[in-house]
């Protein structure tokens, strides 16, 4: 009902709070001295494309089918674990070769 709603809402709103400072903070971290601006605005425009792109996607994923739509996002969803399990160790790589030269702080 209406308690089960605030709570998620509650819980949301929690996690924003905690994920969006710190996030923002590592994308500043991680860039170069002269790419701030290209760091946060890229970092901002991928943030925000989710929230722009899903809900047209996903209405006319449902409007064929509402499986496809759950199908798609499970597929996606796969896709970017196994990205993110490949190209981990790569950033991993480069960023302690970055900072061992002065490359990043």
């Given at each position: 009902g209406v308690a089960a709603v605030l709570a998620a809402v509650a819980v949301v709103t929690a996690g924003e709070m905690l994920y969006k400072p710190t996030a923002t903070a590592h994308a500043a971290d991680r860039a170069p001295e002269?790419?701030?601006g290209r760091y946060q605005s890229l970092y901002?425009?991928?943030s925000?494309?989710?929230?722009v792109?899903?809900?047209p996607l996903a209405g006319a994923l449902f409007g064929v089918d509402e499986r496809v739509m759950w199908?798609?996002?499970g597929?996606?969803?796969l896709a970017a674990a196994t990205a993110l399990l490949v190209i981990?160790?790569?950033l991993r790589t480069r960023t302690a070769a970055g900072t061992a030269s002065g490359l990043y702080r």
């Open positions: 002269a790419m701030h901002g425009a991928a925000i494309g989710g929230t792109l899903a809900p199908l798609a996002g597929l996606l969803a981990g160790p790569l």
